[in-house]
C-alpha cells in the first residue's frame, strides 16, 4: 500500500512551529508585514492571494493587500515595489504570478529588494541557491523537500527525475534535489524517450502543467511520485498532473491533489517571511 503524503498535515505542523517561532520573535521586539500585490482579477490568482493572507494571520503576522486593476502601468507597479523596499515595516513582498501581459515580469522581479524576496525568484535569490548559499528559496520547491523529509523518505543516491523545467519548481527543484544528494534528471517538452527516463525514477516530480499526463506506463514499482499540477478536469473536480488513481498502487509513496504539494508552497512562503522578520531585513 502506498503512504499517502499528507501536504495539509504536514503543512499544518510547519506553520504551527512557525506560529511559536513569531511570538518569540514579538517577544524580542521583531516583527514585520507581508506586502501581497495582485494586478487584475484572475480567479485562480484570487484564491492563492486569499490563502497566502489566511495564512499570515494565522502564523500571527501582518500582511498588506496592494489590490491593483488590470490596467495598471508597469511604472505604477515598479513605484509600488520601490515604496515597499524603502518601507521598513515590510519584511516581504509577494508579487502574484502571472502578471497581465503589458507588463514585463522579469522586470518587476528584478525590482523586487532581494532581502524582501520571499517568493525566492530574485536572479541574486536564484544564484544564492544555485551556489548552496544562504538566500530564500522558491516556496514549491522548498516544501517538496520539507514533504520528503518529514515523510522520511531518503533522498540522498535516489534516481530523481523532473519533469519541467520552469524557473519557478523545475529548474530550482533540481538544484534542491541535487543540495540533498540526489542524482538528478531534468525532462522536458523536447526530451525524447520520456516514459523510459521516467521509469528509471526513484522519485518522479511532474510539474509539467498537464492534467493527468502521467499514467502506469511512467512507474517503476516502488518509485516515490510528487504531484505539482493542480487543474480543474471535465466534472469540475481538481486533478494534477498524475493520473492518481492508475499510478498510486504502483508507488511506495504518492502526494494527492489537493492536498499535497499545493498547501506546502504556502508553508514555505510563511517559512521565508518568519526567517526575513528574524533577520529584520539583513541579507
Ligand atoms: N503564481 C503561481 N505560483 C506562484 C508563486 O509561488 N508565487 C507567486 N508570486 N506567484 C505564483
Given at each position: 500500500m502506498a503512504v499517502i503524503i499528507d501536504g495539509k498535515k504536514i503543512s499544518q505542523q510547519i506553520k504551527d512551529e512557525l506560529k511559536e517561532r513569531v511570538e518569540a520573535l514579538q517577544a524580542e521586539g521583531k516583527s514585520g508585514a507581508l506586502a501581497v500585490v495582485q494586478v487584475g482579477s484572475d480567479p485562480a490568482s484570487g484564491v492563492y492571494v486569499r490563502n497566502k493572507k489566511n495564512a499570515c494571520a494565522y502564523i500571527g503576522i501582518e500582511s498588506l493587500a496592494y489590490e491593483l486593476?488590470?490596467?495598471?502601468?508597469q511604472q505604477e507597479l515598479l513605484s509600488l515595489i520601490e515604496k515597499l523596499n524603502q518601507d521598513?515595516?515590510?519584511?516581504g513582498i509577494l508579487v502574484q504570478l502571472p502578471l497581465p501581459a503589458h507588463i514585463d515580469e522579469n522586470a518587476v522581479i528584478r525590482a523586487i529588494a532581494p532581502q524582501k524576496d520571499v517568493d525566492g525568484f530574485h536572479p541574486q535569490s536564484v544564484g544564492l541557491m544555485t551556489i548552496g548559499q544562504d538566500g530564500f528559496l522558491p516556496c514549491t520547491p522548498a516544501g517538496i523537500i520539507q514533504l520528503l523529509k518529514r515523510t522520511g523518505i531518503?533522498?540522498?543516491g535516489k534516481h530523481c527525475v523532473i519533469i519541467g523545467r520552469s524557473n519557478i519548481v523545475g529548474k530550482p527543484m533540481a538544484l534542491l534535489m541535487l543540495r540533498e544528494h540526489a542524482t538528478v534528471t531534468i525532462t522536458h517538452s523536447?526530451?525524447?524517450?520520456l516514459q523510459e527516463i521516467c521509469r528509471q525514477a526513484d522519485i518522479l516530480i511532474a510539474a509539467?502543467?498537464?492534467?493527468?499526463?502521467?499514467?502506469?506506463?511512467y512507474i517503476k514499482e516502488g518509485a516515490v511520485v510528487i504531484d505539482v499540477g493542480i487543474h480543474r478536469n471535465e466534472e469540475n473536480k481538481l486533478c494534477g498532473d498524475v493520473d492518481f488513481e492508475n499510478v498510486e498502487p504502483l508507488t511506495s509513496a504518492i502526494t494527492p491533489?489537493?492536498?499535497?504539494v499545493g498547501p506546502m508552497t504556502i508553508a514555505m512562503l510563511m517559512q521565508n517571511c518568519v526567517e526575513s522578520i528574524a533577520k529584520e531585513g539583513a541579507v
Amino acid at each position: 500500500m502506498a503512504v499517502i503524503i499528507d501536504g495539509k498535515k504536514i503543512s499544518q505542523q510547519i506553520k504551527d512551529e512557525l506560529k511559536e517561532r513569531v511570538e518569540a520573535l514579538q517577544a524580542e521586539g521583531k516583527s514585520g508585514a507581508l506586502a501581497v500585490v495582485q494586478v487584475g482579477s484572475d480567479p485562480a490568482s484570487g484564491v492563492y492571494v486569499r490563502n497566502k493572507k489566511n495564512a499570515c494571520a494565522y502564523i500571527g503576522i501582518e500582511s498588506l493587500a496592494y489590490e491593483l486593476k488590470e490596467e495598471t502601468t508597469q511604472q505604477e507597479l515598479l513605484s509600488l515595489i520601490e515604496k515597499l523596499n524603502q518601507d521598513d515595516h515590510v519584511k516581504g513582498i509577494l508579487v502574484q504570478l502571472p502578471l497581465p501581459a503589458h507588463i514585463d515580469e522579469n522586470a518587476v522581479i528584478r525590482a523586487i529588494a532581494p532581502q524582501k524576496d520571499v517568493d525566492g525568484f530574485h536572479p541574486q535569490s536564484v544564484g544564492l541557491m544555485t551556489i548552496g548559499q544562504d538566500g530564500f528559496l522558491p516556496c514549491t520547491p522548498a516544501g517538496i523537500i520539507q514533504l520528503l523529509k518529514r515523510t522520511g523518505i531518503e533522498i540522498a543516491g535516489k534516481h530523481c527525475v523532473i519533469i519541467g523545467r520552469s524557473n519557478i519548481v523545475g529548474k530550482p527543484m533540481a538544484l534542491l534535489m541535487l543540495r540533498e544528494h540526489a542524482t538528478v534528471t531534468i525532462t522536458h517538452s523536447r526530451t525524447k524517450n520520456l516514459q523510459e527516463i521516467c521509469r528509471q525514477a526513484d522519485i518522479l516530480i511532474a510539474a509539467l502543467g498537464k492534467p493527468r499526463f502521467v499514467g502506469a506506463e511512467y512507474i517503476k514499482e516502488g518509485a516515490v511520485v510528487i504531484d505539482v499540477g493542480i487543474h480543474r478536469n471535465e466534472e469540475n473536480k481538481l486533478c494534477g498532473d498524475v493520473d492518481f488513481e492508475n499510478v498510486e498502487p504502483l508507488t511506495s509513496a504518492i502526494t494527492p491533489v489537493p492536498g499535497g504539494v499545493g498547501p506546502m508552497t504556502i508553508a514555505m512562503l510563511m517559512q521565508n517571511c518568519v526567517e526575513s522578520i528574524a533577520k529584520e531585513g539583513a541579507v
